[in-house]
């Protein structure tokens, strides 16, 4: 008994020494509570979550320990999405503001080829596949809603695992070059059609030129198959 005593006071003791001798966190300066919480909300609608990092010197922090914020001027949602921003802080007692360096990791999702395509074949559910990890290091046109892949056609041959960008894809071709096309345009009580012959190949939305049986040269919307509206 008396051993366990003995043993179970060391054992504190020397719970107490460590505890002791661990020093205590700093509690974060206002300033920076104030700076984490405005960034927040941009932050959060760029990911799913987020770790973001003051990339100052304590030194330098410890400038700013006596700020009492006036405002910030925070960076667009491009600079964020790159995962390195300066942030600018104006404090009451100087008109000059201070440049706080962030750095961002933002986490979610984005999708990949899980096989690889054809130029002009067109994308199913099947051939994309979701991946998880930091957007910053994505290329600037990745696309991140699926919505805006599956049905699209490739404009090139890609890989398994390629990040899909918005620049490999095109809407499918519903008009081919030389077909031809009904150009209709319309208005409060009217509506006017002519023939055409398509100059450019193009899908829905997409504004392609048409010869007119007039021989004049219209760029127009495509609506659908052999179909088109004049380009505003």
Not at 112 to 141: C, F
Not at 147 to 172: C, K, M, N, Y
Not at 198 to 218: P, S, T
Request: net charge neutral; with cysteine; proline share 6%.
């Amino acid at each position: 008994m008396k051993l366990s005593r003995l043993l179970l006071i060391g054992l504190s003791l020397h719970s107490a020494a460590l505890f002791a001798s661990t020093p205590p966190v700093p509690a974060m300066p206002q300033w920076e509570r104030q700076l984490r919480s405005e960034l927040a909300m941009p932050l959060q609608r760029l990911a799913d979550d987020y770790e973001l990092t003051l990339s100052w010197s304590d030194a330098r922090k410890q400038q700013l320990n006596d700020c009492v914020v006036t405002s910030f001027s925070l960076p667009e949602d491009a600079q964020l999405r790159r995962g390195r921003a300066l942030v600018s802080v104006t404090c009451e007692d100087s008109p000059r503001p201070h440049y706080v360096p962030v750095t961002i990791t933002l986490l979610g999702t984005y999708y990949v080829l899980a096989d690889s395509v054809s130029a002009g074949a067109r994308i199913t559910a099947e051939h994309i596949q979701a991946v998880q990890g930091d957007l910053t290091r994505l290329p600037h046109q990745a696309v991140r809603d699926p919505e805006l892949i599956i049905g699209q056609q490739a404009r090139r041959s890609l890989v398994a695992d390629t990040v899909i960008q918005a620049s490999f894809l095109q809407a499918p071709v519903v008009v081919e070059r030389g077909q031809n096309v009904t150009v209709i345009a319309s208005g409060a009580g009217f509506e006017l059609r002519q023939e055409g012959q398509a100059l450019d190949a193009g899908g829905v939305n997409e504004i392609i030129r048409v010869r007119l049986e007039n021989k004049n040269l219209l760029s127009v919307k495509v609506t659908g198959p052999g179909r088109a509206v004049p380009a505003s």
